[in-house]
């Protein structure tokens, strides 16, 4: 929906000028797809998705009011192929709403917890089920326990178990029982509510940070807010059978068709699909191209520049070559 048609088009130059040799697959989703067809997510979509090595997702519009029939198609992605890692880096970047010494990755479990909308409303109640796993909260946790071993080694475990005794405890001793596996790493223990508040005191001290849906979903975007904000912001789905990458920032249809979208996040998220392939070297070429026109421009009018899509795409890839 949206600025996603033309953010990731951008990415997909940018993939092609690393001169690797990709074959793309272009599928609809979101809800204009919904309007004209009467589902978020064909079934041409889904084989294009289980048929492709990665996916590059665009931004989605989601409607203002309550639609029968309509599903948010990341969700359900999420959920037919088991994407059960989301992986939020936030870096400092050379922009002047960057916080400096910034280097951390936020690692969210992305099947469970309030997020299996099984809620309903009873008079004038409401009520929600939080479904929290064993087997979901240690594969979660042994993902970014491989995450730290590859980065500063430092895990930190973030949770309200003092509050939520069953479902945080649970998933509390699950990660710590994985974590003892890598004797390799520190690991730390931070309440939920502490950790919103360091990420703004010192978020320069975390390194790889897992936890549940709902918390993941807040503090990744807020430790995205210290690095640029969420127009910069890449992410990643990933399961053992399919893995989807895509900008976090939405659809923004005030500025759709008018050619001025920050293809940015969409692009710096074509990196991490390189490096989810092995092309570790490829992945860094790309972030470091970024970075360039970031520091020198052209920049689009959210940057405070001038520039079109097309010609900050350009750019970035001249840095690349």
Same mark, same amino acid.
């Given at each position: 929906d949206g600025i996603g048609q033309e953010v990731i088009p951008a990415a997909a130059q940018v993939l092609q000028a690393t001169g690797m040799p990709f074959t793309f697959t272009q599928a609809d989703a979101g809800f204009e797809t919904f309007q004209r067809t009467g589902t978020a997510l064909p079934q041409a979509t889904l084989a294009a998705v289980q048929a492709a090595d990665t996916t590059l997702f665009g931004a989605v519009s989601s409607p203002s009011q309550k639609t029968p029939g309509y599903q948010s198609p990341i969700l359900a992605l999420r959920q037919t192929?088991?994407?059960?890692?989301?992986?939020?880096? %936030? !870096?400092?970047?050379?922009?002047?709403?960057? !916080?400096?010494?910034?280097?951390?990755?936020?690692?969210?479990?992305?099947?469970?917890?309030?997020?299996?909308?099984?809620?309903?409303?009873?008079?004038?109640?409401? =009520?929600?089920?939080? =479904?929290?796993?064993?087997?979901?909260?240690? !594969?979660?946790?042994?993902?970014?326990?491989?995450?730290?071993?590859?980065?500063?080694?430092?895990?930190?475990?973030?949770?309200?178990?003092?509050?939520?005794?069953?479902?945080?405890?649970?998933? !509390?001793? %699950?990660?710590?029982?994985? %974590?003892?596996?890598?004797?390799?790493?520190t690991v730390q223990e931070v309440l939920v509510d502490t950790m919103a508040m360091r990420l703004v005191r010192d978020p320069e001290s975390f390194d790889v940070i897992v936890t549940t849906n709902l918390f993941g979903d807040i503090l990744s975007d807020e430790a995205a807010g210290l690095v640029g904000g969420l127009g910069l912001a890449p992410s990643a789905n990933i399961g053992e059978r399919a893995a989807v990458f895509e900008p976090v920032h939405g659809s923004a249809p005030d500025i759709a068709g008018k050619g001025i979208a920050n293809p940015m996040a969409a692009i710096l998220a074509a990196a991490m699909l390189l490096d989810h392939l092995g092309e570790a070297e490829a992945a860094q070429a790309v972030t470091q191209a970024v970075e360039t026109v970031l520091r020198q421009g052209p920049h689009t009018p959210d940057l405070g520049g001038q520039a079109t899509t097309t010609q900050v795409t350009q750019a970035i890839i001249q840095a690349l070559h």
């Open positions: 192929f088991d994407l059960y890692a989301n992986l939020r880096p %936030a !870096r400092t970047l050379p922009v002047p709403t960057s !916080r400096p010494g910034i280097d951390l990755l936020m690692v969210r479990e992305n099947t469970e917890d309030l997020y299996v909308r099984r809620e309903r409303r009873e008079g004038d109640r409401a =009520i929600a089920e939080r =479904i929290i796993t064993r087997q979901a909260s240690e !594969r979660i946790t042994r993902v970014a326990c491989q995450q730290a071993r590859k980065r500063r080694r430092h895990l930190t475990i973030v949770h309200k178990a003092n509050v939520l005794a069953e479902t945080c405890g649970l998933f !509390r001793e %699950a990660a710590l029982a994985v %974590a003892a596996h890598y004797p390799e790493l």
